[in-house]
């Protein structure tokens, strides 16, 4: 019940903070969680590992662009391409992007995931894909988890019968985008971190398969690195 008031508050508030940053919000856009930060942080880690002039980033499923504004804010050099497939995902997302003066480094386009990005030539060149994609189970969101889509939008959550088919497809597509040695990082539900790590091995097209645990020592976010040698 404590997350459906927040989500309610945030909402009637039209704002949230996320990354120390404060987000708009709106209906027609999932507000964004305290869990997501660990993606987001873990992202400006490895881009500070990478020590680029100037990284490329895609968010995958931006929702209302708070990963790509989170990421963008704390990474000043970093070029980043948001996508989500809604109309209500991607408005919010342009709304954020201009409210934090990021018009110039942050794009938020909108397509089924990659097809977001088709003619802008941006295969092989990115250095890092972030993707925080819905992760229930039709089941689960029709049982237990029913009370998620009384307030946001169902396709916010709805993931298939396993709760993996958007992490299937961007595991399937990434490689395309991805420079060699370029990195992927999802969120992943509670228990699905260990799924996710299969599937990217499962793909032979990764390598350095890791997951990043919570404070509470869950795995939530997995990385896998594209392969630097065919």
């Known amino acids: 019940m404590s997350e459906e008031i927040s989500v309610a508050e945030a909402y009637s508030k039209g704002r949230t903070v996320f990354m120390g940053l404060e987000l708009l919000v709106a209906a027609g856009a999932l507000v964004p969680r305290p869990e997501t930060e660990l993606l987001g942080k873990t992202a400006v880690d ?129 490689p395309r985008y991805l420079r060699r040695g370029g990195i992927l990082l999802f969120e992943v539900g509670l228990g699905q971190d260990r799924q996710v790590m299969s599937l990217l091995e499962r793909s032979k097209a990764y390598e350095n398969i890791r997951a990043v645990t919570n404070d509470a020592g869950e795995g939530r976010v997995v990385v896998g690195h594209v392969k630097a040698h065919a």
């Open 46 to 174: 490895v881009l500070r590992q990478l020590d680029l002039p100037a990284p490329r980033l895609v968010d995958m499923c931006c929702g209302a662009g708070n990963l790509a504004c989170g990421i963008a804010h704390y990474t000043p050099t970093a070029q980043v391409w948001a996508s989500d497939l809604t109309d209500g995902c991607v408005e919010v997302a342009r709304r954020n992007v201009i409210h934090h003066g990021m018009a110039e480094r942050v794009s938020v386009l909108q397509g089924d995931l990659f097809d977001a990005f088709s003619g802008l030539g941006l295969e092989g060149t990115i250095d890092v894909i972030v993707c925080n994609p819905p992760y229930i189970s039709d089941k689960r969101l029709e049982g237990d988890r029913a009370h998620l889509t009384e307030l946001e939008p169902r396709e916010a959550f709805a993931a298939g019968p396993y709760g993996l088919s958007i992490h299937m497809r961007v595991i399937k597509d990434a």
